[in-house]
């Protein structure tokens, strides 16, 4: 006999900002993140070069290593991923290979 599962939700990503924030700080801390100052029109421009020269857009990671953070200004968080490859094992095709040079912005 099949078991019933009950609804639990809705769910709201917002009430977990909290969370959200602590593992932040616990991957900026441990080198798994950073912070980005690049500005919307940085990005665009980036992305515009990279397209005129027949490139695939993609971040180029100039705030990959920096610390030298200008105060007071909007940043994001990226991931700090290795710079060769990543995979995961997928149930279905099995180990999937994504070369990080292909990354898009």
Same mark, same amino acid.
């Given at each position: 006999m099949a078991t019933l599962i009950q609804d639990e939700g809705p769910f709201f990503? $917002?009430?977990r900002f909290d969370r959200y924030k602590e593992v932040i700080e &616990?991957?900026?801390a441990s080198g $798994?993140?950073?912070r980005c100052f690049c500005s919307r029109e940085e990005? &665009?421009?980036m992305?515009?070069?990279q397209t005129a020269r027949g490139e695939k857009p993609r971040y180029d990671g100039r705030w990959r290593e920096r610390t030298d953070y200008p105060p007071g200004l909007p940043f994001v968080v990226r991931f700090?991923?290795?710079l060769s490859v990543r995979w995961v094992e997928d149930v279905i095709h099995g180990r999937v290979?994504?070369?990080n040079s292909n990354s898009t912005i």
């Open positions: 990503q $917002t009430k &616990e991957m900026l $798994t993140a950073y990005l &665009e421009q992305r515009a070069e700090k991923n290795p290979v994504f070369q």
